[in-house]
């Protein structure tokens, strides 16, 4: 009868441990999530910038890319992407295909377009949630 509740005991700690370990995996795949969406946010804007440079009209001046499409900007395979953009200006929002896009997403803007939440800086990338999931 012994070995019997010694082993109980010892399958009970071995699921509470299990259980901890998936919740702090789970988390730790959230943010994993969540730096896959600003580094191509981050790449974005830099193929915007380098768009913007080598684009230069003398007439109207330089101007940002209106699509993806028109930089060649593919992002990774679970980024999905959406960005409204005019001459002098762009914003655009990451979502991540493995994520709920109501709970996890990030944006970021440039010149004179309206930003998607939650972007309230120019040039900075900002996510939701805002805090470090654990």
Request: charged share 30%.
């Amino acid at each position: 009868m012994r070995k019997i509740l010694e082993t109980a005991v010892v399958l009970a700690l071995v699921a509470v441990l299990t259980a901890v370990i998936a919740a702090r995996f789970n988390g730790a795949r959230r943010e994993a999530h969540l730096v896959a969406m600003r580094a191509e946010l981050r790449n974005l804007v830099t193929a915007q910038e380098i768009f913007y440079d080598v684009t230069t009209d003398s007439r109207e001046g330089s101007r940002y890319a209106e699509n993806l499409e028109d930089l060649a900007f593919v992002p990774e395979e679970d980024v999905r992407i959406e960005m409204r953009a005019g001459r002098s200006g762009w914003a655009a929002r990451a979502e991540s295909a493995k994520l709920d896009p109501d709970e996890y997403f990030c944006s970021v803007f440039v010149g004179d377009a309206e930003p998607y939440p939650p972007a309230h800086s120019e040039g900075a990338v900002a996510c939701e949630p805002q805090r470090r999931l654990r």
